[in-house]
């Protein structure tokens, strides 16, 4: 064997490669020929050694494929099948990897009503310090009140920061860094006990996003208590505005043309054609003879109209006088 691995040429590997009816043969004993499909190709397994794959046609396990590992003990030695067996292809539906029950849980798991009890051993806890080793003192200290049987042990108050650290309300969230200023110098910032109250607080401002969970002292929002913001427009405004908006408009009044003002009404052209007898004056002229240039026609020979009979009934007065 020692010989094969230093010495090969690659002949070895060629006459494993050409051992495909070998290794359908020992495919088709095993399976069938109704669960063996088209060969699909040669894997090396090691200097001696390599596995021809098949397409397999079993029911429920579309994308397997046969492997048939065959090997090569001696140069004058015979092909051997070392295994026949059912393997994933790349495009294989497989379960998914196994995982422990206990560490399925993840956060947000638990719901009401569920137990989910912890190791025995979990690093994360460690025995409190009022435990000793007399159980009438333990039950007593339970009693009142004074002591837990666990605390957080050093590995479980690191895996609590680091978590925080790298979480929502760490500094490293896209609030933070947006955030004008952090949550150690805000006054809604409320450190915790022990040996993470230089690290973690609690936020207690109700408009915060963070409100009653636990944030890092270099987490931040924009709701930070020393915030002082000037409220001015962001558009300069003159210090006189009119308001043309609320304006009330009113249509002017019409003006009489010269030529609507000089055109007399018509029952004032009716007056003027009765005449009282007693009172006009002979000699003098009647008003109505009077007419501006841009009197109508019509009004023109009304007047001459009167006129004419004016001067008839002088001419008859003055005959029965003589």
């Known amino acids: 064997m020692t010989l094969l691995l230093t010495l090969d040429d690659g002949s070895i590997q060629r006459k494993l490669a050409e051992a495909v009816d070998l290794a359908r043969a020992a495919v088709l004993e095993d399976a069938g020929a109704e669960q063996v499909g088209a060969h699909v190709g040669v894997d090396r397994e090691d200097a001696v050694s390599a596995s021809h794959l098949f397409e397999a046609t079993v029911t429920g396990y ?33 379960a998914p990897a196994w995982v422990p029950w206990d560490r399925r849980v993840q956060a ?17 806890l460690a025995p409190a310090y009022l435990e000793s080793d007399d159980p009438a003192v333990e039950a007593v200290a339970k009693e009142t009140g004074l002591g837990r049987v666990h605390v957080l042990s050093r590995h479980g108050r690191l895996d609590a920061a680091a978590r925080w650290h790298g979480g929502e309300f760490g500094p ?50 924009g709701a930070h208590s ?28 019409e003006t009489e043309t010269p030529a609507e003002a000089a055109e ?19 000699a003098e002229a009647p008003e109505t003879a009077e007419v501006q240039p841009e009197v109508e026609p019509e009004a ?15 001419e008859a007065e003055s005959a029965s006088e003589h």
Request: with cysteine.
């Open 108 to 124: 947000g798991d638990l719901g009401v009503g569920d137990i989910f009890p912890v190791e025995k051993d979990d690093p994360r």
């Open 300 to 314: 023109v020979a009304a007047e001459t109209t009167t006129e004419t009979a004016d001067e008839a009934q002088v």
């Open 226 to 253: 020393e915030i002082e913001v000037e409220v001015t427009s962001s558009v300069p405004v003159a210090e006189l505005v009119y308001d043309d908006s609320l304006m009330d408009f009113e249509p002017a009044p």
């Open 62 to 94: 579309r994308g397997w494929r046969w492997s048939v590992t065959v090997a090569l003990a001696g140069e004058d030695e015979p092909i051997t099948v070392s295994e026949v067996v059912l393997i994933p292809g790349p495009d294989a539906r497989v």
């Open 172 to 221: 490293r969230s896209d609030m933070a860094r947006s955030a004008p200023d952090v949550c150690g110098s805000c006054g809604f910032f409320v450190s915790l006990a022990g040996s993470l109250s230089a690290a973690f607080g609690a936020c207690t401002n109700d408009i915060s996003p963070a409100d009653g969970h636990v944030v890092d002292v270099e987490y931040g929002c």
């Open 264 to 282: 007399p009404e018509p029952a004032e052209t009716a007056e003027a054609a009765v005449v009282d007898e007693s009172e006009a004056p002979v």
